[in-house]
């Protein structure tokens, strides 16, 4: 790839990871101005939506088959309905700092349901990125002698691990199907599972979406469209140009950003112990995802040294 189109995909890969990091700070706020599910609803509708025009007016949207069809779906409820109701649930009881550091897991978790769904190599590399991640779970939670998960938290891991899931299915998809219209699908199809979902635990919840101040329908509105559907589209254009090993090593920068404007917007205060646990997650990300193996340590094919 050309130096120049390879720094602008940089760029424009560290600009997602910026919204993306503040977007866990808007959803904060937005979950606290609206009913959780309706709102989520809305937001995924919206993104969906604008994806999937862009899918049209580009011309690249293309029947399924049965196959993709079935593996579209599995991305959908696990990744868009399971992910953003557990997502949006837990907020209303965590700070947001806390939550992007559990969120920042989700490479090493979706490193790991490759080497069991996917048949990828697992190495004494990747088992020492487990230690360490888990090592930065105790951290973020004060220690392991005041370990204990709040429920809160609970929903977040579940959130962070059905979304880990999600990509597998999105892997087997895409192998057929282009990603831009993979996303589109999922994001459309999946905010009426949410809208759905919204009407039963939220009977008065779309009533409840009209009346706030104007800043939060434009956090509303950035959230969606910015953070949400560029954002997805410009990484899944990444992973097609750079690779998925690339592209995910930017995934760390999401907690950093998340901790940075938590701390500016929200008044969330971080603790040593926070940033400590942040270091260890990030050592188990680069370690777990084989990234580390592979560009700093392995001497040998990756085959040769697998367990």
Known sequence: ?????????YGLIFFVMISWGLNVVML???????????????RILTAGIVTILIVLFGSSFKSLSKREWRYTLLGMVFGVVLHHTFLAQGLTMI??????????LLPLTTALFAVFFLGEALTKWRLLGICFALIGVFFIQGGIGSFQMEKGEVYLFIAMIVQAISFIFIKK????????????????FGSIGLLLVSLVVEPTGVGSMMGAPPFIYIVFFFSAIVATAVGHFVFNAAI???????????NNFVPFFGLV???????????????????????????????????????????????
């Not at 790839?1 to 995909?9: G, I, P, V």
């Not at 097609?240 to 930017?250: L, M, N, P, S, Y």
């Open 95 to 104: 700070d947001a700092s806390n939550a992007v550091l559990i969120l920042a």
């Open 28 to 42: 904060k706020l937005l979950v606290e101005a609206f009913p959780p599910q309706t709102m989520t609803a809305f």
């Open 173 to 188: 998809t895409t192998a057929t199907l282009d990603s831009k219209q993979v996303t589109a699908m999922m994001l459309l």
């Open 240 to 250: 097609q140009k750079i690779g998925a090993g690339q592209t995910a090593i930017f």
């Open 261 to 307: 404007f938590s701390a500016i917007f929200l008044k969330e205060t971080i603790y040593l112990y926070q940033l400590v646990g942040f270091l260890f997650i990030v050592a188990g990300v680069l370690f777990g995802t084989g990234y580390a193996e592979k560009h700093w340590v392995r001497k040998v094919p990756l085959q040769e040294k697998s367990m």
């Open 1 to 9: 790839m050309e130096k120049r189109a390879l720094l602008l995909t």
